[in-house]
């Protein structure tokens, strides 16, 4: 499995990168894609809307099963990959480049803290 170093990472298989400043976008990792298997739908969050970490804010599915994603992190939808829209493999085929979903301002960075590093999400998944 590809843990990436510079991620931050959810025990439900979410991963947070900062981007500049209190912006981090998140997407899910490539351990959680590959149980998946073939993505053939995601449902992305509103940009503008408010979430607490923790809360359900966007759904993918796929041939064979489908999972709630949830947000690391509180704060309000920034943007959404629109791309995933018309190409939802995308997040098979490049979890951590291409298959983003979501970007969030972040409210508290201390919730940062609070996330798993490579080495804890590695552990979590073994």
């Known amino acids: 499995m590809n843990v990436p170093e510079e991620l931050k990472y959810a025990q439900s298989h979410e991963w947070v990168r900062v981007d500049n400043g209190d912006v981090v976008t998140v997407g899910i990792s490539d351990f959680a894609q590959a149980e998946m298997t073939e993505l053939v739908y995601v449902e992305l969050p509103e940009v503008g809307r408010r979430y607490s970490a923790g809360d359900e804010v966007a759904v993918v599915e796929s041939v064979k099963s489908a999972s709630d994603i949830y947000t690391p992190v509180s704060g309000d939808i920034v943007e959404v990959n629109e791309a995933l829209n018309d190409n939802p493999s995308l997040v098979n085929s490049s979890p951590f480049a291409d298959g983003w979903l979501f970007k969030i301002k972040i409210s ?15 552990d979590n998944i073994s």
Do not use: F, T, W
Not at 108 to 122: F, I, N, P
């Open 108 to 122: 508290d960075a201390g919730q940062l803290e609070k996330l798993l590093d490579a080495g804890g999400y590695k």
